[in-house]
């Protein structure tokens, strides 16, 4: 263990801003096996923090993979109906879920993509609407990343495991915003009010669409649903309760409307899918839909991700990040979303955030689709900003408003030191 | 990794031979967070035998102390409905059970004892008739034991980490069968026949009552039920698939009769019980009842066992082991029942096993207890077996057999070599 205090002020970060545990809550913690030394720290500071229970679900790669290489598709699909009445109970309790990612990127690579969807598939139709608790914010959650050896080893592939595992753990606690001598609550409050400041300058200009581009190829016009709502740093749960989803973000993110994106983006980075690195790729948009499309590696994990269902060809978020955002200044690479996304300007092919959407949170997936929302089973993101990038926005009437300039925010107030 | 060949061989012994998973089958192994690499072992193993799906259920005792520590009774009293439909999925799906121990004893000391039974009574009654399905043998279960240095600091306290833990992985694969130029599953073959052999000859006899005496106090009649089977190495499910319950066992086990234990029993060995490790208690029984007790260390642990229940106060099982058992002449005491009941002779308080009984796995509880059996929430296995353990069987007429002379069987039979 590199410095036993950071990793308890990670846990306690995690615990009281990003879940934000309140007192008498269920917590379920989500976390690989191989960590339970890190998932000690934070059961005990759930406690502390007053939790009536916290629960862990333990998970681990190597044995979801061998689960997809010797399983049929067939006996794949059967999910049980008590991983739903699981799921229905914690709901039914109000529970709070941390998830802690910490594997390395790739582990179901060389899986059958047909079988890794048909577990995807039946266990989506299984859960239903159990999904809307985290993706409407009915709860607390948040995903937070913990550094291991096997994570370093495909960040630093020419490193030594002693070494790569200190660059890593050194670059999560920089951009989560641990630091030896700082109060990592503190910062992100000041984070997040920075970030809503963004959000509402976007909203006060209710664009009709932004234009992307760039040097890279990207020239890139997505539509906006009216009444969209620009999201950026925590949320506040129905019960009243502020929460972090994610640490670390750097985003600001709104919801496009799913028959209005048109042109090009080419990907500025990897990305992570169902275990598989696909690389160099790029899509074409006609009226909101992915009609042409390519990649260097790993293309098959793409036409997979794209053939999934009607709504994995369409945008559902849409969200801007600056250039000089700490993830992107530190160079690294994750090979892992909650970081990468960070770094860059990105999109996301399937479901929309119906947070996105002045009352959508209360509407059925039929009128959220009827204000151009998009829906699907799939919600992926992929990075396509750069250092050049250049975003206008476009007004009803026309008018058009610089939001970017070479990578970073022009639309006013005041930047965010730190 | 003390020698990877050993940990392969006693994985496969666990899954081929132990629980015997067969093809299209559902095999859930139950084991600790932090023995990861391990289960691996064993899920790639099962898999390979043709199991179906391989479902692994983890626990961590560091997590499980701090929800004892932080809840109240009535949050540990609640245990939800999806945990008895997860168990009934399986045992509908005829599931089979691996449990792969590896933690230290006295994980719980220090947790008040009202918490401990407060959970055990919720889950029980929660669980209710689906506890039947290992008690009865309606499908395979195996417990099996692996290293771990935590478990090797108490067993040999006076050694280096590295020592300790070389020690424990040495005697566990010896008294496990399991060595570098033998064929384990063979091995256990061969000796689930001896101890066929003996359980043969003493249900034959259907001794009426047994008399314990050795130079450690105990002086103790226990009598045993009508139609009662001595059990002794595998067990048959209704199936028809043969499989060994304990990896290792070395004892013959029958039911005795409820109300038909008289005079004191000494134990030999201290008993690792809700986390606690009680020492030098003795019981003495009128009419199958504990009517007065004592114990040196952790005596309310002891009076927790007892007034857990009515039945907690009973015997359900008694239990012959040769004190030349390999366990027993490894001379290491392991806090843990798996391996020290095979040390000794031994008894257990509470819930007895209705296939030691005529029919008793077709009968209701109610049934059971008419023939004389125990019923309780609790089964505890303690030792009170000598190197100068004498056992006589005593028939109905009043024909007196030596079972036991100087701890070892002598009623025929061929001596086991091994």
């Given at each position: 263990?590199v ?144 550094p ?17 595992f200190e660059k890593l753990a050194d670059?999560i606690f ?245």
């Amino acid at each position: 263990m590199v410095n036993e205090k950071l990793y308890e002020k990670l846990a306690k970060l995690a615990v009281r801003k990003g879940v934000n545990v309140q007192k008498g809550q269920l917590l379920v913690v989500k976390a690989a096996a191989d960590i339970a030394w890190f998932v000690r720290i934070v059961v005990k500071e759930a406690y502390e923090a007053g939790a009536e229970e916290v629960s862990v679900e333990w998970r681990d790669n190597e044995i979801t993979r061998l689960g997809y290489a010797h399983r049929s598709e067939a006996s794949l699909s059967l999910v049980p109906d008590w991983v739903r009445d699981r799921e229905a109970y914690r709901q039914e309790k109000h529970a709070c879920f941390l998830n802690i990612i910490s594997e390395p990127p790739g582990g179901l690579k060389g899986i059958d993509e047909a079988k890794i969807n048909a577990y995807q598939r039946a266990y989506h139709e299984k859960m239903g609407d159990l999904l809307n608790y985290t993706m409407n914010n009915l709860g607390q959650w948040c995903v937070v990343g913990l550094p291991s050896i096997e994570w370093a080893r495909a960040v630093f592939p020419g490193l030594s495991d002693e070494e790569a595992f200190e660059k890593l753990a050194d670059v999560i606690f920089r951009v989560s915003r641990v630091e030896e001598d700082n109060d990592p609550i503190a910062e992100w409050k000041a984070h997040d009010n920075a970030l809503a400041m963004y959000c509402q300058r976007l909203n006060e200009h209710q664009f009709k669409e932004l234009h992307f581009s760039n040097s890279l190829g990207t020239d890139l016009t997505v539509g906006l649903v009216e009444n969209h709502i620009w999201v950026g740093g925590g949320c506040t749960t129905p019960q009243g309760v502020y929460f972090d989803p994610n640490i670390p973000t750097e985003e600001c993110f709104c919801m496009p409307h799913r028959d209005k994106v048109n042109g090009k983006v080419v990907a500025s980075r990897p990305l992570s899918y169902n275990g598989k690195v696909i690389e160099d790729f790029w899509f074409r948009f006609e009226n909101g839909v992915v009609v042409e499309h390519g990649a260097g590696k790993e293309a098959q994990s793409l036409d997979a991700l794209l053939a999934f269902d009607e709504g994995s060809r369409r945008l559902g978020e849409v969200a801007l990040v600056p250039y000089e955002s700490p993830v992107s200044l530190s160079g690294v690479l994750f090979f892992n979303t909650l970081y990468d996304e960070n770094a860059a300007c990105h999109l996301a092919l399937g479901r929309c955030y119906p947070e996105n959407l002045e009352g959508g949170v209360d509407m059925d997936k039929a009128q959220v689709l009827a204000h151009g929302g998009n829906d699907s089973m799939q919600h992926e993101d992929f990075m396509f900003g750069t250092r050049d990038m250049k975003v206008d926005g476009v007004k009803a009437d026309g008018t058009i408003i610089p939001i970017f300039r070479n990578g970073g925010f022009v639309i006013g107030g005041e930047q965010e030191n730190g």
